[in-house]
């Protein structure tokens, strides 16, 4: 009996970092040159069981290794491991990712950046479709709806394993006939984008439908390998999870205004907010506390300056800003 020829597997850690500045959402990305790899990515490196002990202590090596910076709050997102994610028509080792959402604040960052490749830039470079601050994206009128729209009418029924059809999910995911926009359905729009072949990436993993097309629509940057797939879950996380865990107050500094921390929500939500329903949930939730100190800097009449209240950690099991259905 012949021996089945088993794969090699390598477990690699990668890193979305986020960060806030100037009311701009920002991820750290990376160059590797060293590979002839032009496109831009997220810090990533193999796990090495010798030298790491934990998944985790492995990825802040990585991270302070390639970009000089010791990240603060870190957690698990998922494990990315689809055939062909990492090296075309899967040449050489199979590399299974583990994903990681970091957070940090710029005044800490200065330092660690001085010298390395790495560079923050705003992730809506990488969605410009989820920023709704200001208005509906334009590019969703005008290109991404009719684009999805045409894919849809070519299949009616929904594919096998899935419950709802093309057009259905479209829909729902991108807020089709009035229906509202869910900031945190952010993979699952970049998902149907790929499924459709409409993203670089998937004309890069040879996908049909974008082999099919004859020319990919500029719908955001793309990332190596799967790394804008790995952002967009980070994002969604991110999303979700200043609902229920204070995770807002790791992205800013000791001490801010109400209009401050406002506006750092509104960049990571992709959302505006009415000033007095948000402070109206900050003061329900009892997420901040005055130092009794007035900031000048906004040019007009002083604001108060707060701070975080750790207490609440100890007093409710889930201190967040439920922010409520976008219409």
């Known amino acids: 009996m012949s021996e089945t020829k088993l794969t090699p597997i390598e477990i690699g850690l990668t890193a979305a970092i986020v960060a806030v500045e100037a009311d701009e959402p920002l991820i750290l990305v990376a160059a590797d040159g060293s590979k002839g790899e032009a496109l831009a990515g997220l810090p990533a490196g193999p796990f090495d069981p010798i030298a790491h002990r934990t ?9 302070e290794a390639q970009t000089g910076l010791r990240v603060g709050y870190v957690e698990q997102l998922y494990t990315f491991g689809d055939r062909g994610r990492h090296v075309p028509r899967d040449a050489g080792p199979h590399v299974v990712s583990i994903g990681y959402l970091a957070l940090s604040r710029m005044a800490d960052n200065a330092v660690g950046l001085r010298g390395s490749t790495a560079a923050f830039a705003p992730w809506y470079r ?3 479709w989820e920023d709704w601050r200001e208005q509906k994206p334009p590019i969703l009128k005008s290109t991404i709806l009719p684009l999805l729209e045409e894919w849809a009418q070519r299949k009616h029924a929904p594919e096998p394993g899935r419950l709802l059809s093309r057009r259905e999910r479209t829909r729902l995911y991108f807020a089709v ?22 993203v670089e990436e998937a004309r890069r993993d040879g996908r049909e439908a974008a082999l099919a097309r ?25 999303r979700a999870k ?26 990571i939500s992709g959302r505006h907010l009415h000033k007095q329903n948000f402070r109206r949930l900050v003061e ?27 207490e609440v950690i100890q007093e409710r099991p889930a201190p967040g800003l439920r922010l409520g259905a976008r219409g």
Do not use: C, N
Not at 55 to 63: D, N, S
């Open 242 to 267: 200043l609902k229920y865990r204070p995770v807002i107050f790791e992205l800013m500094p000791a001490e801010f205004t109400l209009t401050e921390l406002q506006r750092t929500v509104e960049a």
């Open 214 to 238: 004859e020319s990919i629509p500029a719908l955001g940057e793309a990332l190596r390998f799967d790394h804008r797939r790995i952002l967009a879950t980070a994002i969604a996380r991110l």
């Open 126 to 128: 990488f969605f410009p």
């Open 177 to 198: 006939d009035g229906g509202p926009w869910d900031e945190e359905k952010v993979l699952d729009r970049y998902e149907l984008l790929y499924e459709a072949g409409l």
């Open 55 to 63: 998944f985790e202590i492995g990825l802040r090596a990585w991270v």
């Open 284 to 310: 329900t939730g009892a997420l901040v506390e005055p130092t009794g100190e007035m900031s000048t800097a906004t040019g007009g009449r002083p604001a108060a300056r707060f701070r975080f209240r750790r």
